[in-house]
């Protein structure tokens, strides 16, 4: 299966929110929605679901309108939705017949869920009860009970404890290698660098970058450098100097050093360096040795999504309601 999003445009009264948008999810793997609060990555989803039309553009499945697909979508949406007084074996069984799951199949497949999401022993309790965590895996239930197609899961880490996100990990992958179409909205970057393999970033309602998650880190330029000084204390005794204070001498010496480093950071003793290009990285390494630094260890730093993001839009996410 392949979900593409042709030229999506939206806007809500004078406010533009999605411009000429288009990408494709294809079965079998994990795409990741990036994008800090606000540019557009809910939006999508609910075009997606047929919540409402774009202004422009389709959402197309192999190729045909996807609104006319009859395909079954499971949706684990950021806010919650859900009746907090009513049981949750009441709730579960009613959305199931809603999807299209017999009352009779349905039963086993709630109680097949929930066992395997440890829920088990809430069956027969309020909503309520549950701790935000247990609340969040009963959305997670609700998205799958149908057997979708595509499953669409936004902000879904959130209340999560690291046992249960590995779970959620898990049971995600699994659906990935069933060969569906899995959709992962987030504004929380190192989740979808470890967990997608495809990633559609958002800003200011337009696509940024698109594609492979590990080609477009191969493309970008690797211009930082982390590099490993013997300690403070063989430097001291050698030299008077800490870390900090040998490299920021070295870098103000008649040498390429500071022609070759644009910005240098000391944390805990270890350096970070900015080059002014990444073609520099072997200039630096000869200088060092050439001036008899110790040198213990000398990397390139591979970007991260985050550092790709700010390069892209110029912000750091902050945090705040989605559009």
Request: net charge negative.
């Amino acid at each position: 299966m392949e979900l593409s999003l042709v030229s999506l445009s939206k806007q809500f009264g004078q406010k533009s929110v999605l411009k000429n948008l288009s990408f494709t999810a294809t079965g079998g793997k994990a795409m990741g929605l990036l994008g800090r609060n606000g540019a557009g990555k809910t939006t999508t989803i609910r075009i997606i679901m047929n919540i409402f039309p774009p202004d422009e553009g389709d959402v197309l499945l192999d190729g045909k309108p996807l609104r006319h697909s009859g395909v079954r979508i499971g949706y684990m949406p950021e806010e919650k939705g859900f009746y907090p007084k009513i049981k949750i074996k009441d709730q579960l069984l009613y959305i199931a017949e809603l999807r299209g799951v017999s009352r009779q199949q349905s039963k086993k497949v709630i109680q097949d869920w929930l066992e395997r999401l440890d829920l088990s022993e809430y069956w027969d309790k309020k909503l309520e009860t549950l701790s935000k965590g247990n609340q969040q895996k009963i959305q997670l239930a609700v998205a799958l009970i149908a057997d979708p197609d595509i499953v669409i899961l936004d902000e879904p880490f959130s209340g999560l404890d690291p046992v249960n996100a590995q779970l959620l990990k898990e049971i995600v992958t699994e659906q990935v290698n069933a060969g569906k179409i899995v959709l992962f909205s987030s504004h929380q970057m190192n989740y979808v660098e470890t967990f997608c393999d495809d990633v559609a970033l958002l800003h200011e309602g337009q696509i940024k970058l698109n594609g492979s998650i590990r080609e477009i880190k191969r493309r970008y330029p690797r211009h930082r450098i982390s590099l490993s000084l013997a300690g403070d204390n063989r430097l001291e005794a050698r030299s008077g100097e800490n870390v900090r204070d040998y490299m920021e001498r070295l870098m103000h010496q008649p040498n390429d050093l500071s022609r070759l480093i644009d910005r240098l950071d000391v944390v805990r003793g270890q350096c970070h360096l900015i080059l002014a290009h990444e073609s520099n990285r072997e200039a630096v390494l000869e200088q060092l040795v050439a001036v008899h630094a110790p040198v213990e260890q000398f990397s390139v730093v591979e970007p991260t999504l985050e550092d790709i993001f700010v390069e892209q839009t110029g912000e750091i996410q902050p945090s705040g309601q989605s559009v």
